[in-house]
């Protein structure tokens, strides 16, 4: 710790309240946990038959989607500043994914009606601009989400050709630059399906947009 | 030159030292020039040995970004709590996940709520920088811990939070330690 630092925190300790308290009521705070989970590593994916609508005009469903050697499902959105520093990559990996045997499935669990740049139109522009060859879908209940416990954008899951889960979390360890990326984690899971290798790092996290989920029990 | 001279010209040169460092940091948190609170680089391993610290009967920390919609909305209640309760022994952390670059934005952003109080920038890696915090925390943002006096996480929740949400974890992080009969001046 330089002495500025050493400095500063301790003006921040001399200066923190002081000032003894009134008793405050013990109240729980609402838990309302969004996410359902747990599904985790090596468990079979939940929903795979469910049909969401694609921006290429035609339904599908997981199970539709899936390819020969795994199904990489990966919850983002348009309007996410974590999401947009990511889309090249995920364009990227995804369509390189595609070409070697792996299903992927783009979702967005995101309510527009919070974000207009989640709009079904927006999404159908947006997978047209980054050249998406894969599905970019809509999750228009949440369920699908809130199954697979995802809370974030972007937020993978990469499932082997038996439907189980292999790789769970981000997409790499630096949003902002990709020439600094140290950790290609979803790159590596999805080589390491492909090649039939164990996963470098099955489980990873990185800051992302809270998922605004649509209201339970909406269509 | 003297044994005294000797010394007194080291403890010149360690005030100048001292002070060019002060400058330099000073230099680097003020990036906009303008009105706003000072903002401090901190690891998740910081945010927690401060959390330890003696001096509050609660804390709460907020990780939030200027980007952040929710965290954005979310603000007010949570400034709301904050300064109702600070008379109260609660302090609150305010930690930024925007880049370094966009301290400008940061800074412009709590000046705007007339924050005043030191807030912090995220720094390190971001993975450790999570499983830090919380091993339960996804990455999502906004998310909220609140202590009690002893540093012990009492809440957690990830996502947008309303104003009677922070004041329940925050009253009941104060009452926790008051339950343990160990309340801090």
């Known amino acids: 710790m330089n002495p500025m630092r050493l400095l500063v925190f301790s003006l921040g300790l001399a200066s923190a309240a002081l000032v003894p308290a009134s008793s405050g009521a013990g109240q729980d705070p609402d838990p309302s946990p969004q996410a359902e989970g747990p599904f985790s590593i090596g468990q079979p994916a939940p929903m795979q038959d469910v049909r969401m609508k694609s921006v290429s005009g ?71 601009k980054l050249g998406f060859k894969f599905p970019y879908v809509v999750d228009a209940t949440s369920d699908v989400a809130r199954a697979f416990g995802a809370t974030h954008t972007p937020e993978a899951y990469l499932l082997d050709a038996q439907g189980n889960l292999v790789y769970h979390g981000g997409v790499d360890d630096n949003a902002r630059e990709e020439k600094a990326v140290k950790a290609a984690w979803l790159r590596d899971a999805v080589d390491a399906v492909v090649t039939g290798k164990p996963i470098p790092l099955a489980e990873t996290k990185a800051m992302g947009c809270s998922i605004k989920f649509h209201e339970k029990g909406s269509s | 030159m003297g044994m005294a ?32 609170p000072p903002i401090q680089p901190v690891t998740a391993q910081e945010i927690l040995a401060r959390v330890r610290a003696p001096g509050a009967r609660a804390t709460l920390v907020n990780v939030w970004a200027t980007w952040c ?88 929740w990830e996502g947008m939070a309303d104003e009677a949400r922070f004041q329940g974890a925050v009253d009941q992080a104060i009452a926790a330690i008051h339950s343990q009969g160990d309340a801090r001046p």
């Open chain 1, 58 to 128: 035609t339904d599908i469903s997981i199970s539709e989607a899936a390819g020969t050697k795994g199904t990489l499902v990966i919850f983002t959105c348009n309007h996410c500043p974590w999401a947009k520093m990511w889309q090249g990559r995920i364009a990227a990996i995804g369509n390189a994914a595609m070409r070697r045997g792996i299903g992927v499935l783009a979702v967005n669990s995101n309510d527009p009606a919070a974000y207009a740049e989640d709009s079904f139109d927006e999404m159908k522009a947006r997978a047209k």
């Open chain 2, 5 to 36: 001279s000797t010394r007194r010209f080291a403890s010149l040169l360690i005030v100048l030292v001292l002070a060019g460092c002060a400058r330099h940091d000073a230099e680097r948190a003020q990036v906009s020039g303008g009105a706003g």
């Open chain 2, 69 to 156: 919609a929710p965290c954005r909305e979310e603000f007010p209640g949570l400034l709301s709590v904050a300064r109702g309760r600070a008379r109260d022994g609660l302090r609150v952390m305010l930690i930024s996940a925007d880049f370094e670059d966009q301290l400008p934005a940061v800074r412009t952003f709590l000046a705007a709520r007339a924050v005043s109080d030191t807030a912090y920038l995220k720094t390190g890696d971001e993975m450790q920088f999570i499983n830090t915090l919380s091993p339960e925390w996804s990455g999502a943002l906004p998310a909220t811990f609140v202590y009690d006096g002893g540093g012990r996480l009492v809440a957690f």
